[in-house]
């Protein structure tokens, strides 16, 4: 008789083969990379000065609300991120490794905290994903404790960083990727594009949970702000323009990669 484990693994295998499942979380990594899309433009205008949002996903969100369609555009974007964590919660029962497991429900919980994000631009919440981590950061910082938990927030920030600027320098993405499909040219490209992506994505991310640890370290809730925080500290630089300019370049190339997995992740 099979295990109770291997029914649950059999179910979940049953329902990832599902077509329309796989239609929306390929639909998934379109909305994924326009969000990045939309953030990398949100950088550029903060390297010019012209940002007048916080520098995070939920910052681009708020851009978008304000155009034409943005809403209808914003419920879009939410469906698909959902769709993406279903599709990982799928993979956390039938993959076997563990490791795979534990990046799994990273995943399912990052695309899940990015849709309520989503969610509360909807509904005319004003307060920024950065604020809230500030808030809360500012909160944590009053004992011991709570500055132990965001020094190891920041420590795991900054892991989550060196391990998206490793698969892009060493292009471990393209195991995920049906490469086989591709042409010759459109595989360079993809690779180009993932490699500057990940890697762009991992610095940002690294600096970020840096801050966290000095936040921690001077009772400082202002350098707890993630990835604002971030584009904050290069902006402070001498070539600040360019860095940032670099920034959204590397956005902009995920953001693209993001849209050539909706062809070509293996799903």
């Known amino acids: 008789m099979p295990s109770a484990t291997s029914q649950a693994r059999g179910a979940a295998s049953r329902a990832a083969d599902n077509t329309w499942l796989e239609r929306l979380t ?27 949002e916080d520098g995070d996903q939920s910052g681009a969100m708020h851009k978008l609300a304000a155009k034409p369609y ?19 919660l799928l993979e956390i029962v039938t993959v076997r490794s563990h490791l795979e497991r534990l990046a799994s429900a990273g995943r399912v919980a990052f695309y899940l905290y990015l849709g309520w994000n989503g969610v509360k631009v909807l509904r005319g919440k004003k307060t920024s994903s950065a604020d809230t981590q500030q808030d809360a950061t500012e909160g944590l910082l009053g ?6 938990t965001v020094g190891v927030a ?22 995920h990727l049906r490469v086989s499909r591709m042409s010759a040219a459109t595989r360079r490209l993809i690779s180009r594009l993932g490699t500057a992506g990940y890697t762009a ?60 997995e909706a062809r070509y992740r293996k799903v």
């Open 26 to 52: 390929r639909a998934g990594f379109v909305c994924y990379g326009v969000l990045h899309l939309l953030f990398a433009y949100l950088i550029a205008q903060i390297a010019f000065g012209a940002g007048g």
């Open 154 to 175: 920041g420590v795991v920030v900054a892991a989550i960083g060196v391990g998206l600027a490793y698969a892009g320098l060493t292009r471990r993405f393209e195991r």
């Open 201 to 260: 994505k991992g610095l940002a991310y690294g600096i970020a949970g840096v801050l966290f640890v000095v936040a921690a370290v001077r009772y400082d809730p202002d350098k707890a702000r993630g990835l604002d925080a971030a584009l904050q500290a290069l902006a402070g630089q001498s070539y600040g323009t360019w860095l940032l300019l670099l920034t959204a370049a590397g956005f902009t190339a995920y953001g693209l990669f993001a849209v050539g």
């Open 70 to 88: 943005g809403t209808a555009l914003i419920v879009v974007l939410v469906v698909g991120l959902v769709a993406l964590a279903v599709w990982q």
């Open 143 to 148: 004992s011991d404790l709570g500055r132990l």
